[in-house]
């Protein structure tokens, strides 16, 4: 009798929270508003995102816009007051005003086409064997050694110069463009070794350690194991290296006397100054469309890298 009476008890109270929580549930789906709407409002949201980054891209690209227009108009219009939005005629005299000023564009665009290879490949070769051996080996003064790295990026720019421009021509290498590229690959460094010694430490050692046992040595897993895996990290010490060298202007201007030696950003500032007060602006926004270019695109077909690059590497620190 009592067992009788305590069964439909005992189910009556297991039955009952359920019976509540799917009430709860109906009630919560009565509250939801329809499909269609939830999907409208999604496309709302997205399409203001969108409009919003679309203004906010033109902008930014308003300025480089305005350069290219300008640099295809003619010499009268391009200084004309006021300017015009969009080109009358259009006109390559500025770009062949370009090619023959100075030494010409060729030269000045070669030099700085060197230097950017230099400072790309140095960059790279010493970030990469350092960052790794931060990252894998045990050595003494090893946390000093890599604080004492950093601590280069604290020190001005400005303040070296004389030193370094005294060691150049000591070393004989002064007015040229290797010495320049030197210069830049140490200012380069402090950045380029911490992205790769946070990038070789977020991979597995265990998979290094395999290498090791098939037979590799330290530098066979590195080839065959960690560079693939660092790719994006390589790619963003690049690209970083790539656009400081092909804008530095101030280290050039110091260390190189010989005008056949000179960088674009020299000679575009040199074409900026003018001749007699005069300056010939859609010869100057040609060059800048010369200078940009190269950038831009660069920048675009390894945008994916240096995201990625730049995400990983400050992971660890």
């Known amino acids: 009798m009592t067992a ?48 919003f980054s679309g203004v906010l891209a033109a902008i930014f690209l308003m300025p480089l816009i305005w350069v290219a227009l ?46 950017c290879l230099l400072v790309v490949v140095g960059n790279v ?26 601590l280069i990026l604290m ?12 060691v150049l021509n ?27 010694r946070n990038s070789f430490e977020s991979i597995p050692r265990e998979l290094e350690e ?25 790619v963003t010490v690049a690209l970083f290296a790539f656009i400081a060298s092909w804008n530095e202007f101030l280290a050039p201007l110091i260390f190189l006397n010989d005008g056949s030696q000179y960088t674009l950003p020299i000679a575009l500032v040199s074409l900026q100054s003018g001749a007699y007060g005069v300056v010939d602006y859609g010869a100057l926004q040609a060059g800048i469309v010369v200078a940009v270019a190269p950038v831009l695109l660069v920048y675009l077909v390894l945008q994916r890298y240096y995201v990625t690059g730049l995400v990983n590497g400050a992971l660890r620190g």
């Open 170 to 196: 000591t070393l004989g290498i002064g007015n040229s463009v290797f010495g320049v590229a030197l210069v830049l690959i140490m200012l380069q460094l402090p950045f380029g070794v911490f992205l790769m």
């Open 155 to 166: 020190v001005p720019y400005a303040t070296i110069l004389l030193p370094l421009y005294i």
């Open 70 to 115: 300008n640099s295809i108009k003619s010499t009268q219009e391009a200084n004309q007051q006021p300017p015009t939005w969009f080109p009358q005629s259009f006109s390559l005299d500025n770009y062949a005003k370009l090619a023959e000023y100075g030494d010409g564009i060729g030269v000045y665009l070669f030099n700085s086409i060197v230097l």
């Open 4 to 51: 009788t009476t305590q069964g439909p008890t005992a189910t009556r109270r297991d039955v009952r929270p359920d019976a509540d929580e799917t009430s709860r549930s109906v009630a919560r789906k009565r509250r939801r508003p329809p499909f269609t709407a939830r999907r409208l409002r999604s496309a709302a949201a997205t399409g203001g995102f969108h409009l």
């Open 125 to 150: 070769l010493v970030t990469v064997l350092a960052g790794y051996a931060f990252a894998r080996f045990e050595f003494r003064g090893k946390r000093i050694l890599f604080g004492t790295t950093l």
């Open 210 to 234: 395999a290498a090791l046992v098939d037979g590799c040595g330290d530098l066979g897993a590195l080839r065959h194991i960690s560079l693939r895996l660092v790719s994006p990290a390589i």
